[in-house]
């Protein structure tokens, strides 16, 4: 069951900050967070365990609401760097340990 | 260096071909992963392996094929009957609980 993605795109000036949302309907063990650039590999950025915990480092951090399967990616005072496409992945508690993806949230960050 | 080398880097295919791609890596991780993106599209499993000898469908398996002979190596098969197979390519591994390293992707079209 792959995971959904909220917006599907943002536009920010360089500074202002930015909310990437991920849920699914299964019972999740990992949520992990990663940012592709144009025709490039993705790069991981973090991973959030069951059990319900916050990461960050720098300005992006992620939270992982084991009881709503919620992830969200906070990105504050972005900056050009972080535009590109990111993606929650997730791996569910039931079933077989396989990583799937969500359609992903286009980020642009303007001047 | 350790990492995930996918080859070729760009791979073309006339009507009626099979082609293979190659994922072959040197971090001693269990899992591998083949996934299919499409422009402005997120990551779509293919077909995934946790163990040599072992690997599942994805949900987009029809037209594909793998084989896990060895641990290091995971190439993927796109067969004649996989009818629309322009899209670039994403060989992924990973260990456990840890995050998924991905290569640096193979380019398909169809001439």
């Known amino acids: 069951q792959q995971p959904v993605q909220s917006p599907q795109a943002v536009i920010l000036r360089e500074g202002e900050d930015a909310v990437i949302n991920c849920s699914s309907s299964?019972?999740?063990?990992?949520v992990h967070w990663y940012r592709q650039k144009h025709g490039e590999a993705p790069v991981f950025l973090m991973i959030?365990?069951?059990?319900?915990e916050q990461k960050g480092h720098d300005k992006i951090s992620a939270s992982f609401n084991e009881k709503k399967q919620q992830s969200s990616l906070y990105l504050t005072a972005s900056q050009l760097s972080y535009s590109g496409t990111y993606f929650c992945?997730?791996?569910?508690?039931?079933?077989?340990?396989?990583?799937?993806f969500g359609q992903g949230t286009r980020l642009t960050i303007n001047p | 260096d350790g990492g995930i080398t996918q080859s070729p880097k760009y791979l073309f295919r006339k009507e009626g071909q099979n082609v293979t791609l190659s994922c072959e890596q040197n971090?001693?991780?269990?899992?591998m992963y083949w996934y299919r993106q499409d422009p402005g599209q997120g990551l779509r499993l293919i077909y995934y392996?946790?163990?040599?000898?072992?690997?599942q469908k994805g949900d987009i398996a029809e037209g594909y094929s793998v084989s896990r002979e060895k641990k290091e190596s995971f190439p993927l098969t796109v067969t004649s009957a996989q009818k629309n197979p322009t899209a670039f390519y994403l060989c992924?591994?990973?260990?456990?609980?840890?995050?998924?390293?991905f290569g640096q992707g193979t380019r398909l079209t169809v001439v």
């Open positions: 992924a591994t990973s260990q456990g609980t840890t995050e998924a390293f």
């Open positions: 299964k019972a999740l063990y990992s």
């Open positions: 959030l365990l069951k059990g319900g």
């Open positions: 992945g997730t791996v569910e508690i039931q079933g077989a340990q396989k990583l799937v």
């Open positions: 971090l001693n991780h269990d899992a």
């Open positions: 392996s946790q163990i040599v000898n072992d690997f």
